[in-house]
């Protein structure tokens, strides 16, 4: 059962960004950014999650209430791809095909978010790295889009400075990991951009800018769709 919540398009109101599976929210800091209206929708309680939040199964809410908003961002939850969960023999549900399933339903653009391992699960995902926005970080995440909507794969920076190793404390010169128990909880949000979150929000989230890329990319795209309109 989802919870009952408003629904209604204003005059003028900037477009509405559904954020699936939100966690602590560092997708919907970056759409924010990019000038979206942000609805939050995770099964957990996130008290720390910085917009409207909406605690209900994802994929129930995207079924009855997706086709209200103008953009769908979904982050099913990746550890039933992640090495650390298979190596510790715990098991958890695959999502992505079930939100695809739904999100396909609602007739709006849409993108998925997972990580690198979910990959053969993703139809033509672009990949997203920190470099790419100058952050010091190369925290590689993949994004299938669709419901018309399209986002072209950025050049990929090398990756020049070495990386601290998973957990450990990052050493001068370094990019830290940020997974996992990680070290170093104030110098992720700095880096990430996401000074509201903990560790457990920091290891699993979209950095803004990533998300701030994609709201752009999107509402730049609907612009050039109504010029040729």
């Known amino acids: 059962m989802t919870q009952p919540v408003p629904i209604r398009r204003v005059a003028g ?9 939100c966690c602590q929210g560092g997708g919907a800091k970056g759409y924010d950014d990019a000038g979206f209206d942000v609805t939050g929708v995770d099964k957990d309680p996130q008290p720390r999650y910085p917009f ?30 992640s090495k650390c969960q298979r190596i510790q023999k715990r098991e958890h549900p695959d999502l992505i095909g079930p939100t695809r399933a739904a999100l396909e339903t609602t007739g709006r653009p849409w993108v998925i978010e997972n990580v690198g391992d979910a990959v053969p699960k993703l139809r033509d995902p672009v990949m997203l790295c920190g470099r790419m926005f100058r952050l010091a970080n190369y925290r590689h ?12 794969q950025p050049d990929h920076p090398a990756h020049l400075v070495p990386q601290a190793k998973m957990g450990r404390p990052v050493p001068a010169g370094h990019y830290g990991q940020f997974v996992g128990n990680f070290s170093g909880v104030p110098l992720a949000r700095e880096v990430l951009g996401v000074p509201w979150m903990n560790r457990d929000g920091i290891r699993e989230c979209i950095p803004p800018a990533y998300a701030e890329h994609i709201g752009r990319a999107y509402l730049a795209s609907r612009t050039t769709a109504r010029v040729a309109a």
């Open 13 to 21: 109101q900037r477009p509405r960004l559904l954020d699936l599976f």
């Open 52 to 81: 409207r939040f909406v605690q209900a199964d994802a994929i129930a809410f995207v079924l009855e209430h997706g086709a209200a908003f103008d953009f769908i961002h979904a982050s099913p939850p990746c550890q039933h791809d």
């Open 141 to 152: 995440r993949f994004f299938e889009t669709g419901g018309g909507f399209a986002l072209a």
